[in-house]
T-cell receptor
Framework: DAGVIQSPRHEVTEMGQEVTLRCKPISGHDYLFWYRQTMMRGLELLIYFNNNVPIDDSGMPEDRFSAKMPNASFSTLKIQPSEPRDSAVYFC??????????????FGEGSRLTVL | DQQVKQNSPSLSVQEGRISILNCDYTNSMFDYFLWYKKYPAEGPTFLISISSIKDKNEDGRFTVFLNKSAKHLSLHIVPSQPGDSAVYFCAASVHNQGGKLIFGQGTELSVKP
């Protein structure tokens, strides 16, 4: 079975441009998470969905960030306008259920964003 | 406000020796702790976990220890192998916060032959 699929793997853009990151979770997984990895803060949870509904977006840095999940097999994270401080690796992860005892989130390979 | 902290950005260990990775947390409500391993250009993968009702969990060469009074957990790898070289993330959760994971900054482990 295919894992979590993210695109693009790498994105280089200029400040002020719109960036859209995409994610296809593992089929049948009910939960989808967007994380951002930076050296200073490690992996930060931005937002997560349950059955396509956003549950907790308290980690979204500011209004420039938005996320959608129009169906069970697709999610997007959009940054508009992008800024250099948004440069990071963005991970999407999915799970069958919110873990209690199994602890497994399945992560994609990440999208490395560079904003010049 | 970093609720989960890994204060050592890197660790270098000789093959065959023990690797000890440390993690501290501030939220006493955390009731489940996990370690994830990440190779370059890959996403993190689950390694081992421990519930707050236990103080030790072992899986092969990997053992996680939890000291609730000190709000500290550690991951022991014995014996260390070159293939263990990766970034290790500590994570924690509170069940009534929807189970979302709070991660630390990560520690890069290098195991030298």
């Amino acid at each position: 079975d295919a894992g979590v699929i993210q695109s693009p793997r790498h994105e280089v853009t200029e400040m002020g441009q719109e960036v859209t990151l995409r994610c296809k979770p593992i089929s049948g997984h009910d939960y989808l998470f967007w994380y951002r990895q930076t050296m200073m803060r490690g992996l930060e949870l931005l937002i997560y969905f349950n059955n396509n509904v956003p549950i907790d977006d308290s980690g979204m840095p500011e209004d420039r960030f938005s996320a959608k999940m129009p169906n069970a097999s697709f999610s997007t994270l959009k940054i508009q306008p992008s800024e250099p401080r948004d440069s990071a690796v963005y991970f999407c992860a999915s799970s069958l259920k919110l873990f209690r005892g199994t602890g497994e989130l399945f992560f994609g390979e990440g999208s490395r964003l560079t904003v010049l | 406000d970093q609720q989960v902290k890994q204060n050592s950005p890197s660790l270098s260990v000789q093959e065959g020796r023990i690797s000890i990775l440390n993690c501290d947390y501030t939220n006493s409500m955390f009731d489940y702790f996990l370690w994830y391993k990440k190779y370059p250009a890959e996403g993190p993968t689950f390694l081992i976990s421990i519930s707050s009702i236990k103080d030790k969990n072992e899986d092969g060469r990997f053992t996680v220890f939890l000291n609730k009074s000190a709000k500290h957990l550690s991951l022991h790898i014995v014996p260390s192998q070159p293939g263990d070289s990766a970034v290790y993330f500590c994570a924690a959760s509170v069940h009534n916060q929807g189970g979302k994971l709070i991660f630390g900054q990560g520690t890069e482990l290098s195991v030298k032959p």
